[in-house]
């Protein structure tokens, strides 16, 4: 009796070594991720283009007109006063009713109409930019300091600081011009106008020149 082994047995057990050996390993490539110290910041804008775009910004917020907002005690906006919008009523119906005794083409009667259109336009802009109106329909001012009110009495008030100084500034450039003169006090009942207008146009810069006299102690004259 003879036993037979097929060969084919042998080489299947095998193989799973050999594939198990030739299999590659696959390697792991570690990825560093790191910045370049040289590289040069993205460039900044400088402070005067800073202070300008500011500027600008802030000129624009000023100016806009904000909404009304009733936060106020006793005051509500004037485009939603009942009484606003009745006072309004009252005055163009008087002047219409004034209207009716002249002629259609007279004078009179083309004042009267200016004054009618003048009265639409500043009612409207009341509401428009947002004031507040009280119980007696008319329009109040907030002098409180609130950012939102700045239109109505800061913006206005230092307008007229800038332009009440700039008369002063010239009359006191104008006095101290002429006071060299033989005769100053004729000057002052005449005025030369050549050096009034130069003066004049010079006058708009009033602050930077009454600082400039301030620090090199021109400004006030010294007791004697």
Same mark, same amino acid.
């Given at each position: 009796m003879s036993l037979t082994i097929p060969t084919n047995l042998s080489k299947s057990l095998l193989k799973p070594k050999?594939?198990?050996?030739?299999?590659?390993?696959?390697?792991?490539?570690?990825?560093?991720?790191?910045?370049?110290?040289?590289?040069?910041?993205?460039?900044?804008?400088?402070?005067?283009?800073?202070?300008?775009?500011?500027? *600008?910004?802030?000129?624009?917020?000023?100016?806009?007109?904000?909404?009304?907002? *009733?936060?106020? *005690?006793?005051?509500?906006?004037?485009?939603?006063?009942?009484?606003?919008?009745?006072?309004?009523?009252?005055?163009?119906?008087?002047?219409?009713?004034?209207?009716?005794?002249?002629?259609?083409?007279?004078?009179?009667?083309?004042?009267?109409?200016?004054?009618?259109?003048?009265?639409?336009?500043?009612?409207?802009?009341?509401?428009?930019?947002?004031?507040?109106?009280?119980?007696?329909?008319?329009?109040?001012?907030i002098v409180s300091g609130d950012q939102r009110h700045w239109g109505e009495f800061i913006t206005p008030g230092l307008l007229f600081l800038y332009i009440a100084g700039w008369i002063g500034w010239v009359g006191r450039s104008y006095l101290i011009a002429i006071s060299d003169d033989k005769k100053p006090a004729m000057k002052e009942i005449i005025i030369d106008v050549p050096l009034a207008t130069g003066l004049i146009f010079r006058g708009f810069i009033w602050p930077v020149a009454a600082y400039r006299e301030l620090i090199n102690g021109d400004l006030v004259v010294k007791d004697v």
């Amino acid at each position: 009796m003879s036993l037979t082994i097929p060969t084919n047995l042998s080489k299947s057990l095998l193989k799973p070594k050999l594939n198990s050996q030739l299999t590659p390993k696959v390697s792991r490539s570690l990825v560093v991720c790191s910045t370049d110290k040289t590289s040069s910041p993205p460039s900044s804008a400088s402070p005067l283009q800073a202070f300008s775009a500011a500027l *600008a910004l802030s000129s624009i917020l000023l100016s806009a007109p904000q909404p009304a907002v *009733a936060d106020i *005690a006793g005051l509500t906006p004037c485009k939603e006063s009942k009484q606003f919008a009745k006072r309004e009523k009252q005055q163009i119906k008087k002047l219409e009713s004034s209207l009716k005794l002249y002629a259609p083409d007279s004078a009179p009667a083309l004042a009267i109409k200016a004054t009618i259109e003048k009265t639409k336009r500043r009612f409207d802009n009341y509401g428009k930019y947002g004031l507040l109106c009280g119980s007696d329909g008319l329009p109040h001012l907030i002098v409180s300091g609130d950012q939102r009110h700045w239109g109505e009495f800061i913006t206005p008030g230092l307008l007229f600081l800038y332009i009440a100084g700039w008369i002063g500034w010239v009359g006191r450039s104008y006095l101290i011009a002429i006071s060299d003169d033989k005769k100053p006090a004729m000057k002052e009942i005449i005025i030369d106008v050549p050096l009034a207008t130069g003066l004049i146009f010079r006058g708009f810069i009033w602050p930077v020149a009454a600082y400039r006299e301030l620090i090199n102690g021109d400004l006030v004259v010294k007791d004697v």
